[in-house]
């Protein structure tokens, strides 16, 4: 037997009221921790290691560092393009895109993580159709 159905129908709204406003509490809370997750994230990848290009003076990303490697594989895996600010994203992206280039013209041997970085750099580009990265990684 269902005592559920028993109670008063003030309690039942009372109960139901409750069980929607903490779901929905809950939600809004995992969301913004999501948001701030991402804004952290893609502030971090700002302070990925740099050094100075060879090819023309420029600082770009270390490509072979475990650290840009991590925090573009997160970055990687949290874009969905609907982000207000996927200008700055692309910018990111764009760097690494410059970085691999000038890795590639110096440097050319294969390392573990510069394959890493030129993959995730060349998913992004391909499913957001950007083709000046997809130009400078190509």
Request: glycine fraction near 2%.
């Amino acid at each position: 037997m269902n005592y559920f159905d028993l109670l008063p129908d003030d309690i039942i709204k009372s109960i139901y009221f409750f069980i929607q406003t903490s779901y929905a509490s809950s939600i809004i809370k995992s969301w913004r921790r999501y948001y701030s997750f991402k804004r952290y994230i893609i502030n971090y990848t700002n302070f990925s290691p740099t050094i100075q290009s060879f090819v023309d003076n420029d600082y770009v990303y270390v490509v072979t560092s475990p650290y840009t490697y991590f925090y573009f594989k997160q970055l990687n895996k949290l874009i969905t393009g609907n982000e207000s600010y996927l200008h700055s994203i692309y910018w990111l992206y764009y760097c690494l895109a410059v970085s691999i280039d000038d890795y590639e013209w110096v440097s050319g041997s294969v390392n573990h993580y510069y394959s890493y970085n030129k993959l995730f750099c060349l998913q992004i580009a391909l499913k957001f159709e950007w083709r000046q990265i997809i130009e400078i990684i190509g």
